[in-house]
């Protein structure tokens, strides 16, 4: 059976996992293999949480303030995740590629006996900058996975993005927010770090331009492989979609993602998990290589 692993995206893409079919093959990314290895103990860069009592909040916690908005820091997250029976493992890596511009990198690799049908990696990378505004803006966007690649560039000059998604190419006009889907994900862990509302979004996917519509769900306390966390849970889902994602988000370690759960209708296909965190201190102490977009 060929399962679907891919859609340990969100993130990751964590937050691609609400629109991927429980069809397609085992779709994220894995570390390159110039990259620094993952730290050991998750719990060595985190602050573990002591209580795992669970509390629910009907009101989404939003704050009048506007934060300034300050560079991304770099980190390394490794996540597991389980689709029915099958095992895949996703590394994502955000690093600096020069003075202005920044690299999102992810990868996956099925584990187990899952390698037996997918032994090679998939990849997904993003690329942005820092806008004269301050802003995250996106620049270009890459998916390998051998079946259905695909490819974006933006340009927000002439307010358009130009794609390729497995053999067809378009020139698409898009708002000048507009983001591929691994930025989104870095966007909306900023807003829950600084503890801002969650807001429809505009993203350039499978080459065409979608709505996004997120649905604040409660604040729980979640356990994982790297630790105990106090949460913001949202659910992601695609504007007229039947396919959405509930997302466990960490204010503690800047808004990311430790539980992504896809779901079609009431029907959970899919669960990721943080297993290890390597923070900023960590991967500038080590070297760490910043990984290539395919």
Known sequence: MRASLALVLLLFSPLGWADKPAETPFDDPVAPESAEPV???????????VDDAVTTETTSPVSDNTP?????????????????????????TLMPADDTRYRFHSATEAR????????????????????RGGEWQAMTYTYRDGRKDSDIAFDFDRGVATT????????LDVPSKTTDRLLEQLLISR?????????????????SLQTIEWQF??????????GSFETVKYRRQREGSKR??????????????????QYR?????ARAELKRYTDAATIQARGTVTPVCP
């Not at 730290?39 to 573990?48: F, L």
């Not at 187990?112 to 806008?131: D, T, Y």
């Not at 807003?191 to 080459?207: K, M, P």
């Open 39 to 49: 730290a050991g103990p998750a719990t060595e860069t985190m602050a573990p949480v």
């Open 68 to 92: 300034q908005i300050a560079p991304p820091t770099p980190f390394i997250a490794v996540y597991s995740a389980r689709i029915s029976a099958a095992r895949g493992e996703t590394t994502m």
């Open 112 to 131: 187990g006996l899952a390698r037996m049908l997918r032994s090679e990696p998939i990849v997904e990378c993003s690329e942005f900058s820092m806008s």
């Open 164 to 171: 390729r998604y497995r053999d067809e190419s378009g020139v």
């Open 191 to 207: 807003a829950i770090a600084n503890d801002e509302a969650l807001s429809t979004r505009q993203v350039v996917d499978r080459g």
């Open 217 to 226: 769900v409660g604040k729980e306390r979640v356990r994982v492989d790297a």
């Open 244 to 261: 959405s994602s509930l997302i466990w988000f960490a204010p503690a370690l800047d808004g990311l993602p430790v539980r992504i759960e």
């Open 265 to 269: 209708l009431d029907d959970r296909q």
